[in-house]
């Protein structure tokens, strides 16, 4: 609770607000100008300045030695990244959409998660590997997925999701900092991009002074004693919309944003549970094999005997549709959280 309590102490501090994707490019700058080892390079980070703003600006201060353009293959660049990584440099490599890990999943999985381990601790690979998560835009099944269970299963790297400006200012000053890779992954919906409107919430207070966000520190964003929701990304904002609707009918539901995946803080989660008594757990990505069940899997094994009433909220394990009545439909909404807290709430305690 100490970090949270800073965190927040650091967001008053400021009058100044920035949109999720001005707050990383902010943290990348201050560090390309710290330490001419980092570099970045992706698909239309040069001149387009990324096609969800995460390196809008970058090439004009730093040109294109260090703001690299690179051809269709995410086999050749993340492979680089690494390569350059072992070597000393600090690389940011950016997949345009996650769901195109597949492409490059050897070079990430293989190389980048195990080269310190198979060179007996020899080598370092201090990179970060950022990505662009979610749907709610009618994108289709093969550009609109979290997909971020699948790295935090994967052994090797840590994997990062930020739900506000704040957050990821930090939490990426820490990532470029650690000498081990780090999975980056930020939610379209939360960059505050012109034609992409953003909830309320995700543009917040933000210093101008670098600090860092410390791995494995979940935020409570909102306390509560009647229920406890686990969440993260685009689903913080989501969650908190319907806390307030909740609260309307005297229901007090406390938000947690996970943060990070790995390290996950799952003792927060579970100081939470022990007071409310009652677990909902949601997520964007897929129900089976999930975040959900980790969360609920983990706190169940602390054997918390007040743990009374338990909800996931996920997607369902189908491809996520084009149309958007049916994106709507799969993807966990305001309404769903609502429906889930109220379904714990309804389990009395004695």
Known sequence: ???QEKDRANDRQTDRSLTM???MVEAIAH???ENDEVFYMGEDVADYGGIFDSTEGLLEEFGRDRIVDVPISETAYIGAAVGAAQEGMRPIAELMFVDFFGVGMDQIYNQMAKNTYMSGGTVNVPMVLTAAVGGTYND??????TLYGTFAHLPGMKVVVPSTAYDAKGLMHNAIRDDDPVVYLFHKRLMGIGWLP???GPKTGVPDDDYTIPFGSADVKRE???ATVVTLGLHVHRALEA???LADDGIDAEVIDLRTLVPLDIDTVRESVAKTGRLVVVDEDYRSYG???EIIASVAEDGLDDLEAVERVALPDVPIPYARPMEDEVIPGTDDITEAVRAVRSQDRE
């Open 140 to 145: 289709a099944a093969q550009h609109s997925q």
């Open 224 to 226: 509560g004693v009647d």
């Open 291 to 293: 975040v959900t069940g």
């Open 198 to 200: 953003a909830p309320d």
């Open 31 to 33: 560090e390309m100008r």
């Open 243 to 245: 806390a307030e609707s």
């Open 21 to 23: 994707s001005r707050a």
């Open 1 to 3: 609770m100490a970090q």
